[in-house]
């Protein structure tokens, strides 16, 4: 539903409410806060009461309990036609706006976004309460509130006609990240994500990584071995000694560590257990290990990008498929065959998954950092080239039939996880890169037997590792400005990065 348009000359939507005009960045994220918790504050309230009286007519109303609405209009006199600009602008004159949500853990984000909006327009930003209500599992999630009181069945909850909402997955999708949204009214979208569809993923992320989503960073390392773990854990304790600009190692369940002596003797881990290396920036690394699969690696990803990290990498094993390689030498892929298919839905096999340019500069120069190599001499082990993922783990039972396909892609490399991560990089505008790491032949019959493998874990794993730690160095101290490629904007995106 549409409204009128108010004094301002602002056209609300969602039926916004209590709407103020900024020219202010901070004084506009402080306004979203506010609402945020007032609003979280009385679904807190009427819960607590609802717990101990389940008379409905009891407890306090849950009325424009909503999410927080941000909005701006620009004219085509305000646009901003520098081509240089990734985010931060918009392309088109007209309103856009969306829902936010949890401003305590976006603010330095939304205080950003906010701010370059203002300033390359030169026009105001609109703040007010919409009217998508925010769902009851949300507003007390990240609660101790009612941890030790009474709980009910959401089933149960649901048959009580209390009032209360629950998420309903009818509302959320991915259409504004797949370029497949149709404007409702007059409204374009401001961000990617809603603030149901953010709220969701923090859910789901603390649901298969037994982390919060307070301890993720902004630099992202996948793989898909329980080994690198703990190499990580090694080098994150040793880093937390040398540089005071890291504060603490978090552990799955949350537990804080600065020594060895702070790691428990044993460690439930999830499905996918995450160790977060902490910075006072939040431009520290995070370390998940995805498991085997292009589903797990679409998952993850999925929920990850609604954290809006600068970065994410690929660190893993694949099947080497030229002759020359020999176990151990690394994969730089530049190109992607997928053969994953997790993806076609939202991405159809005919869009192209352009590397990028500075994170492939960056992860070659730390591969000769690190192996101490320079020019021509690192290629004796590494090549750049494409790789293939297939959602078949038994592939090569079926190598007959994939020669073709290896022949006509000149692939480099097989594995089951790096082009659905590099197509969600694309797809959701998070800058991506690989790095595998040869753990077998094959085709060639070096197979990866036992014996053979963990011979190679000692000898590779913690070299791997530390080049793609190294990465994140390069890219870090070369500024993240620069990895946000207009490659991944469209031409008519959503002005938030």
Known sequence: MIHQRDANGFTPFYAVSNLKK???????VDYICQLYDENIAKIREAFGHFLEDQNKDNFPKTQEANYPFLGIKVGRKELNLDGRLAYGVVSEPGIYGGTLTRPDLFKAYYTEQIALLIERHQVPVFVGNSSWPIPLPFAIDSSSEFKSTKTIDLG??????????????ANIDDDIANCSHKPQGMIKPISIFTGERVDYSLHRLHHYTATIPEHFQGFILLT??????????????????????YTELILPGGISCKTEKDIPATLSLPQMPAYHLKRKD???????????????AKNITDHLAVLRPHCWLMVGHCAGLRQTQILGDYVLAHGYVRDDHVL?????IWVPVPPIAEVQVALQQAAENIGKKKGREVKHSMRTGTVISTDDRNWELRTKKLYEEFRMSRAIALD????????????????????????????????KLRGMANQFYRDRVTQHLQVGLETVRILRENGVDNLHSRKLRGFDEPPFR
């Open 344 to 348: 076609d839905n939202d991405l159809p």
């Open 156 to 169: 149960e909850l649901w048959q009580t006609e209390s009032g209360f909402i629950l998420p309903n997955l």
């Open 282 to 296: 939040g431009m520290g690394i995070t370390f998940i290990n995805i498991g085997v699969g292009p589903s797990n």
């Open 224 to 245: 898909n071995y329980q080994r690198y773990a703990d190499e990580f854990i090694k080098f994150s304790l040793d880093t937390i000694k040398k540089d005071k600009e």
């Open 416 to 447: 089951m996880e790096s082009a659905t991560i590099a197509a969600n990089g694309f797809r959701f505008r998070v800058p991506y890169g690989t790095l595998l790491c040869v753990s077998d032949k094959p085709i060639h019959g070096e197979l």
């Open 22 to 28: 900024f020219t202010d960045a901070a004084a506009a």
